[in-house]
């Protein structure tokens, strides 16, 4: 006959094991709704990937990818013009409350849907870049499309924005150019059910209009995300089947441009020091909403992922993403929340020895990704910002 102690013992022995049992399918449930499998490799290793000492001082390249869409939720044209007014209104008083390591104000980049182009809309953001503010370029949503069909929606698109609004620029042969970031994070046709894209040679397509680099990654927890992580990569297009971006080449310091389209992806990793349920980490993904809006922790967080052209790991390129035209994100974006990650980041990441901190534009940060390819030094970086 058991004891009294070893049949205590055994209870609680199950009970230990039912726990571990429920944690288990709790973490195996949240890997799966989180979409973590598609990136978990990538994560992997990226945490264990040799940490190369960075000269001093660490230069801090931030860039906010604005997917700016004043329809958003069929909003009528008043509302669409209010969410415009509160940016071109609000907006310069907070951008010229912060600066750089340059002295440069705060630099917000508008991703403008082509689909729901309005000129006036245009003409208001375009006086935020002429005040040297930030910047226009390109977003697009659209579904079951074909080759030809977004070929002539994105050239006719930065057409307009260049010749009509004065924004987007040429390069050397006369096309115009222009940063990208796709709607529904469904870039090259990425969704598993084909959804809003519907185009297996999208690389090629932008490419050959013009765009400099795709903004639209980390897309986590979306089932879009690609498997390469916290990089700065050329993709190769294989219109033969979707997602080509999902892997790709590195850009490195004396490295040449491959394949069809450089990809620029903001941080992704777990945040284990924000958990769910005190158990499941919760994604950190660059987000700026008013679900979750920047802090001190967040940005010691974007940082920390170190995300850089091989062999220049003291230029880190932090690339974050929002939907500014929402009002409760605009409201965040606009006010003390992002007021006080800003006057952090400063504080912290711009003390001129350790860390120097750079606001840029989508182009700026493009422009200063082929200087570290091209193997420039820190000069380059201070021309490029001084609009050299």
Avoid at 5 to 21: D, K, P, Q, S
Avoid at 270 to 294: F, M, Q, T, Y
Wanted: proline share 5%.
């Amino acid at each position: 006959m058991a004891t009294g102690g070893a049949v205590t013992t055994a209870v609680l022995g199950g009970f230990g094991a039912a726990v571990v049992v429920g944690l288990v399918i709790i973490w195996l449930a949240a890997v799966r709704s989180r979409q973590l499998h598609r990136w978990a490799g990538g994560y992997v290793a990226h945490v264990f990937r040799r940490k190369v000492p960075a000269r001093l001082p660490v230069h801090i390249i931030l860039c906010v990818a604005d997917h700016f869409e004043p329809a958003w939720g069929a909003a009528d044209l008043e509302t669409q013009r209010a969410r415009v007014r509160r940016w071109v209104e609000g907006y310069p008083l907070l951008a010229r409350r912060h600066a750089d390591a340059g002295g440069r104000p705060y630099q917000h980049t508008f991703f403008y849907p082509a689909e729901e182009y309005m000129p006036e809309h245009l003409d208001a953001l375009a006086t935020l870049q002429r005040q040297g503010l930030g910047d226009v370029e390109i977003h697009l949503h659209h579904d079951g499309d074909s080759s030809e069909g977004v070929r002539a929606t994105l050239a006719s698109f930065a057409a307009t924005l260049h010749e009509r609004h004065g924004l987007l620029r040429k390069d050397a042969t006369g096309q115009i150019r222009y940063g990208f970031v796709h709607g529904n994070w469904a870039l090259d046709n990425s969704r598993p059910d084909g959804k809003w894209c519907g185009v297996n040679d999208e690389l090629t397509v932008l490419a050959q209009t013009g765009c400099y680099a795709d903004f639209t990654l980390p897309s986590a927890p979306s089932d879009t995300q690609t498997r390469k992580i916290n990089s700065i990569y050329y993709a190769t297009d294989d219109p033969a089947r979707p997602k080509s971006h999902d892997t790709g080449t590195d850009v490195r310091v004396g490295g040449h441009p491959s394949g069809d389209l450089l990809i620029v992806q903001g941080p992704l990793t777990l945040n284990w020091s924000n958990r769910k349920w005190g158990i499941v980490p919760r994604i950190e993904n660059g987000e700026l909403s008013s679900d979750a809006p920047p802090s001190a922790s967040r940005a010691d967080c974007w940082v920390a992922q170190e995300v850089h052209v091989r062999g220049r790991p003291e230029w880190r390129f932090v690339k974050l993403h929002t939907h500014g035209a929402q009002e409760d994100t605009s409201a965040m974006l606009l006010g003390p929340p992002m007021d006080e990650a800003l006057a952090y980041l400063e504080r912290r990441y711009n003390d001129g020895e350790r860390y120097q901190l750079h606001y840029a534009t989508a182009w700026e940060m493009y422009r200063l990704i082929k200087a570290a390819e091209r193997g420039d030094d820190v000069s380059s970086l201070q021309d490029v910002l001084a609009g050299a």
